[in-house]
């Protein structure tokens, strides 16, 4: 049982590139999140998804792009990436089938935009 | 949707100290409250959650107390030690909600 599995672990980013975050569970969640974290900061909620088909924006979607066609993957898609998006993603799923709400996150992506 | 407000942002303790953690929460419909507990350089992890159901609940040397009329939950670490140090998450969900996260709290143990 993987969990929550990320790709890349690191990356280093031209002003301007494009990038797609790779993330998969394998525990069958309806739910699943990405999140960014600066350094010494919180988590941001960028988007979230309650099931295959359906995503939403949280506090901070600007920028980024996701799809969820699959329930084992939500992929993150930076377009233009700028310097402000230096930081660390991680990505979560959650199951909310009889009350089993418990977050699992991946090991997160270290992303730096140079 | 939930909102969940999490203090003190920092805390520094002595070594064997207790530490308390603060949170409160919004939406009444929320039945489930996790602590997540993120050491340097690695991902957050669940250290104790705590349901609607239960007032209290204790593993070791954490404990959550839950009261649901005023909204509000609390982390509690006795004897603490130096590997304690770590940021600590509240979060709250429930029913279709998604998890909400506080912004979290940087626990500090001096040796």
């Known amino acids: 049982n993987a969990g929550v599995t990320q790709t890349p672990k690191f990356r280093i980013l031209k002003i301007g590139q494009s990038m797609t975050l790779q993330c998969a569970q394998d525990m069958n969640h309806n739910y699943m999140y990405w999140y960014r974290q600066d350094p010494g900061m919180g988590l941001k909620l960028i988007y979230y998804s309650v099931g295959a088909g359906i995503t939403d924006k949280g506090e901070v979607p600007n920028g980024y792009n996701v799809s969820r066609s699959t329930t084992e993957d939500f992929p993150l898609r930076l377009e233009l990436a700028a310097p402000s998006q230096t930081s660390v993603y991680f990505c979560?799923?959650?199951?909310?089938?009889?009350?089993?709400?418990?977050?699992?996150f991946g090991q997160g992506t270290r992303l730096t935009v140079v | 949707g939930e909102n969940v407000e999490q203090h003190p942002s920092t805390l520094s303790v002595q070594e064997g100290d207790s530490a308390v953690i603060k949170c409160t929460y919004s939406d009444s419909a929320s039945n489930y409250f996790p602590w997540y507990k993120q050491e340097l350089g690695k991902r957050p992890q669940l250290i104790i959650d705590?349901?609607?159901?239960?007032g209290e609940k204790k593993d070791q040397r954490i404990a959550v107390t839950l009261n649901k009329t005023a909204k509000h939950f609390s982390l509690h670490i006795t004897e603490t030690q130096p590997e304690d140090s770590a940021v600590y998450f509240c979060a709250g969900a429930g029913g279709y909600q998604k998890v909400t996260f506080g912004i979290g709290t940087k626990l500090q143990v001096i040796p």
């Open positions: 979560a799923s959650s199951s909310h089938y009889r009350g089993e709400t418990e977050a699992f």
């Open positions: 705590i349901r609607s159901n239960v």
